[in-house]
């Protein structure tokens, strides 16, 4: 129908068209109703390419991070990845993870230190013990030399007192 500018039908449009044109329009119509659905297929595809792509960078980072861990490298901060979804969480916790792991080596290797030098301590204060001990059996073996020498002195001290006392009473 025709409306006015109130919307009340004053007429009608009639159309007449062969069937040939009929045929023409009805194929144009279904050609172009067959196109869409090919159109939207084919976005779909190129959709599905680039959130594989984007899935696979974001995977391929997460497997960065565990091989630099891997290789001892525990400073690997591999950029990207993360995310609120799967794939972000693993990547986040392997971060967390080398982060862990170095700060654990870190403290390994302060108690390495630790002992290290303790060791070395040790060491040096056995080495002191040694020279004081070796010093004193030194000390007790001149101090044992003199009282054999003391004692043979005093021994002939003794056997001189005993002849001059025979010899006074004789």
Same mark, same amino acid.
């Given at each position: 129908?025709?409306?006015?500018?109130?919307?009340?039908?004053?007429?009608?449009?009639?159309?007449?068209?062969?069937?040939?044109?009929?045929?023409?329009?009805?194929?144009?119509?279904?050609?172009?109703?067959?196109?869409?659905?090919?159109?939207?297929?084919?976005?779909?595809?190129?959709?599905?390419?680039?959130?594989?792509? /984007? &899935? =696979?960078?974001? @995977?391929?980072? +997460?497997? !960065?991070? *565990? %091989? $630099? #861990?891997?290789?001892?490298?525990?400073?690997?901060?591999?950029?990207?990845?993360?995310?609120?979804?799967?794939?972000?969480?693993?990547?986040?916790?392997?971060?967390?993870?080398?982060? /862990? &792991? =170095?700060?654990? @080596?870190?403290? +390994?290797? !302060?108690? *390495? %230190? $630790? #002992?290290?030098?303790?060791?070395?301590?040790?060491?040096?204060?056995?080495?002191?013990?040694?020279?004081?001990?070796?010093?004193?059996?030194?000390?007790?073996?001149?101090?044992?030399?003199? &009282?054999?020498?003391?004692?043979?002195? +005093?021994?002939?001290? *003794?056997?001189?007192?005993?002849?001059?006392?025979?010899?006074?009473?004789?």
């Amino acid at each position: 129908p025709v409306l006015d500018d109130n919307s009340i039908p004053v007429g009608a449009v009639v159309a007449s068209m062969d069937a040939a044109t009929a045929v023409a329009a009805s194929r144009r119509s279904l050609e172009a109703m067959a196109a869409w659905p090919l159109l939207a297929l084919g976005v779909a595809f190129l959709l599905s390419i680039a959130v594989v792509r /984007g &899935l =696979a960078r974001r @995977v391929q980072a +997460v497997v !960065g991070v *565990a %091989e $630099a #861990v891997a290789r001892g490298d525990l400073r690997a901060r591999e950029e990207g990845g993360g995310g609120r979804d799967e794939i972000g969480q693993i990547h986040d916790a392997m971060r967390r993870m080398s982060a /862990g &792991l =170095a700060e654990l @080596v870190g403290e +390994v290797r !302060g108690g *390495a %230190e $630790a #002992v290290s030098s303790a060791s070395t301590e040790l060491t040096a204060t056995s080495q002191h013990v040694a020279e004081q001990t070796g010093r004193q059996i030194a000390s007790v073996l001149d101090a044992s030399a003199a &009282l054999g020498q003391m004692r043979a002195s +005093v021994t002939q001290t *003794a056997a001189h007192s005993r002849e001059m006392e025979r010899a006074a009473l004789a």
